[in-house]
């Protein structure tokens, strides 16, 4: 018996359980051998013989056995209905010999369709979007080729390509996938659905590719199911799907657990993960109700951690059947450059280009000419982007003549901002929106010209095919955009922003984009004057980011003259760089509180009071929480410093050297460092002569530090606009994705 054979006819039995709701087994009926029997009732037997075979002479033999066994029975009063099923569909002739004695010569197809109509199914499927893989401009399904990528495991020790993904699947395994906005969850998905599409013969189950965010407020599996099936037009077969799925034999690839609910705010962590448990009661049940595999999909950072994660989903990790994995944040090298010469693109990507998938979506979107200018920009990534915008804004305006390109920048800067207004992290701009961002723009409504540019803007992509509602579709950009606004409402005294409510915070990019600004711009009297405008400002989100980016600039202490934050949500509160007095923080959220030599003292009057804290480094346990912060635990302490950090991560010895290098010429009291204390090793790494050379060549050619020379030798001098971003390298460490420190780590 052939292993395709076996395949064929384990099949048939599973889909014939499933039609009949009776199991087939192997039957010997008066000394004849039949493939699968099935007792409906003491008057009605169901028969069937499987083949591989394709000839005319196969069908008679077998039609002559059941022949017998059916005249047999019906001298019984017992009814056979009786099927051969081929593996390939049957010529007519084959048919016509079963016909004059009612017996079906079907393909093995023709009798899955009886048990589920996968084909039609599949066709309608994939006439529409697997969750966000759509094309950010028409909002039509990607149809761009698929980059093979490996997914890895939770603990980051394996990885496994989707080909793997798809056989733990067909082995009826649950798998969870996690990844950030534009990682490429959906079209891991939709690649998924591909593959298992071919082989659900193998499997016995029927791939199914739902998009969660279509069942927003779903209380049950079957709804689910049902208004998965009625928004492809086959409520007709939302019956026997439940079946399937009960029977095990459907593979469920569910986009976007995270899609489920609006996001969530306020102070209450517990009434947080409530209201997240209650959103998934529908995916919850569905997951319950199923018996085979499962792929679900969503952002790693909607849950605090694991432990809510497979609660929310009613699974557990103590299953040796489930399984997390991560999308992989970027592309490497050599995928990222078989994407570019996919889209017809000479150049190779450089190294400080962002390689997430959908930053490549947005590149596909270009001409070849303009993608070819910007991939090969000069500039490190703070650069990049803000030429990307220039370089989008400068495209807009030169197909519409009467269209200035400080007007597209403009309508971004105001469409970021009500962004920021929004519970949505990139926004959910309605065609109003749009037109109303470009009137306070220009102080007029848009005429074709503004219309046509309004409605191709590359950075605002499609959020579904079916509304005409858009999102920003990177958070690099959404990001820059926050903090560009911020640096110009500073510049033009724009106080009337502090009147607006801010939802979606500055994240640990756009604070050090605003404090970079801040520092190269010389704006710190006009940033403090901005925020002391008005102390009772509704705005306290804004006021909270420009003193957070403060506190990373190196400086006098600041006094802030008995100023209160109120309500806001700070990514990253640094208070070892510069002193601050008099301001207290409260009723907020602090995501990453930074005590590493912390220079806060009792005196100073600091004050962070009633503060959910959900990192704070440089703590031994909250035991250790200085006076000045009430009422506020955090989640998480880290008591490590930043040398034992550095000395005890499994860190490349370039980056070692690196970080001792910058910590000798930025960190170090005094002024330059001479070549003598920079030719050593440090943080754990031995000395390498010809490394550390590298690395300053590096540094230098860079323009972030300056060499000199006197009697005694060369002398290395930081430039100090760099201090934040060697500051943020340090204190990231492998978290950190500055292109300089990612190409540090491929020098030996």
Not at 416 to 436: C, F, N, Y
Not at 641 to 646: D, G, K, L, Q, V
């Amino acid at each position: 018996m052939s292993n395709s054979w076996r395949s064929l006819e384990q099949y048939i039995r599973h889909l014939g359980q499933i039609i009949w709701d009776k199991p087939l087994l192997p039957e010997r009926i008066d000394g004849v051998n039949f493939d699968a029997v099935a007792d409906i009732s003491d008057e009605e037997n169901i028969i069937v013989e499987i083949t591989e075979e394709h000839n005319l002479n196969k069908i008679r033999t077998d039609v002559a056995k059941i022949l017998a066994v059916k005249m047999k029975m019906a001298a019984e009063s017992i009814v056979v209905r009786a099927y051969i099923v081929m593996n390939e569909e049957p010529t007519p002739g084959m048919v016509d010999i079963g016909k004059p004695h009612k017996i079906h010569v079907i393909s093995a197809q023709t009798f899955a369709n009886q048990a589920f109509n996968f084909g039609t199914y599949a066709t309608l499927r994939e006439t529409n979007a697997f969750g966000s893989s759509i094309d950010p401009i028409t909002g039509k399904p990607d149809h761009n080729n698929y980059i093979p990528v490996s997914y890895i495991t939770d603990k980051a020790n394996k990885s496994l390509s989707i080909n793997e993904i798809c056989d733990s699947l067909a082995r009826k395994n649950r798998i969870i996938l996690l990844g950030d906005y534009g990682t490429g969850k959906s079209r891991c998905v939709r690649e998924a659905f591909q593959i298992l599409k071919q082989i659900y013969q193998e499997a016995s189950a029927y791939p199914l590719a739902i998009n969660l965010r279509e069942h927003w407020g779903a209380q049950s599996g079957i709804e689910i199911i049902s208004g998965h099936f009625s928004r492809l037009g086959l409520s007709g077969s939302i019956d026997r799907a439940i079946q399937l799925l009960q029977a095990g034999s459907l593979l469920l690839l569910l986009d976007g657990f995270d899609e489920v609910g609006t996001q969530t705010f306020g102070n209450s962590e517990n009434r947080r993960a409530s209201i997240r448990m209650q959103a998934l009661t529908g995916v919850r049940d569905l997951l319950n109700i199923s018996k085979g595999g499962v792929l679900i999909t969503g952002r790693p950072h909607y849950f605090n951690d694991n432990e809510e994660l497979m609660s929310a989903l009613g699974l557990s990790l103590r299953l040796k059947s489930t399984q997390v994995l991560k999308c992989r944040e970027e592309f490497e090298d050599q995928q990222a450059n078989a994407y570019l010469t996919t889209l017809g693109l000479k150049t190779k990507t450089p190294k400080w280009l962002p390689k997430k998938p959908l930053m490549f979506q947005i590149i596909a979107s270009m001409e070849s000419s303009e993608a070819e200018d910007i991939l090969n920009s000069p500039y490190g990534e703070v650069g990049f982007w803000g030429q990307f915008i220039d370089t989008v804004c400068i495209r807009e305006a030169k197909m519409h003549p009467s269209i200035e390109s400080t007007t597209v920048r403009s309508v971004l800067g105001h469409l970021a901002r009500m962004t920021r207004t929004s519970h949505r992290e990139l926004g959910r701009l309605t065609p109003k929106d749009v037109q109303h961002a470009y009137e306070l723009t220009t102080g007029y409504i848009p005429d074709e010209s503004g219309q046509l540019m309004l409605s191709r803007l590359c950075t605002l992509g499609r959020i579904e095919p079916e509304s005409p509602d858009r999102q920003f579709i990177d958070p690099y950009i959404v990001q820059l955009l926050f903090a560009d606004c911020i640096i110009d409402d500073i510049s033009h005294k724009n106080h009337s922003v502090l009147e607006h409510a801010y939802n979606q915070p500055l994240q640990a990019m756009g604070l050090y984009f605003l404090a970079q600004w801040i520092e190269t711009y010389s704006f710190e009297s006009e940033s403090i004057s901005f925020i002391h405008r008005d102390g009772t400002a509704i705005n306290s989100q804004v006021m909270a980011e420009i003193i957070a980016a403060l506190l990373l600039i190196d400086g006098d202490p600041l006094d802030f003259r008995g100023l209160k934050i109120v309500g806001a949500e700070i990514c990253f509160l640094a208070l070892g760089i510069r002193k601050a007095r008099n301001i207290e923080f409260e009723d907020g959220i602090i995501q990453l509180l930074s005590l590493d030599n912390c220079i806060i003292d009792d005196c100073d009057n600091f004050s962070i009071n009633k503060m959910e804290i959900i990192h704070a480094s440089g703590l031994s346990s909250n035991s250790a929480l200085p006076s000045w912060i009430k009422n506020s635990k955090p989640l998480k302490t880290d008591s490590v410093s930043n040398a034992t950090r550095i000395k005890s991560s499994p860190l490349p010895a370039a980056q070692k050297l690196f970080l001792s290098i910058i910590q000798k010429i930025f960190f170090q009291r005094g002024g330059g460092r001479k070549e003598t204390s920079i030719y050593k090793g440090g943080f754990g790494q031995n000395f390498d002569r010809k490394l550390i050379e590298k690395i300053l060549s590096k540094l230098i050619a860079e323009g972030i530090i300056e060499q000199s020379k006197d009697s005694s030798g060369f002398i290395y001098n930081p430039k100090r606009e760099y201090t934040s971003r060697m500051r943020a390298i340090r204190d990231q460490l492998s978290l950190s994705k500055d292109p300089l420190w990612l190409e540090i780590a491929t020098m030996n």
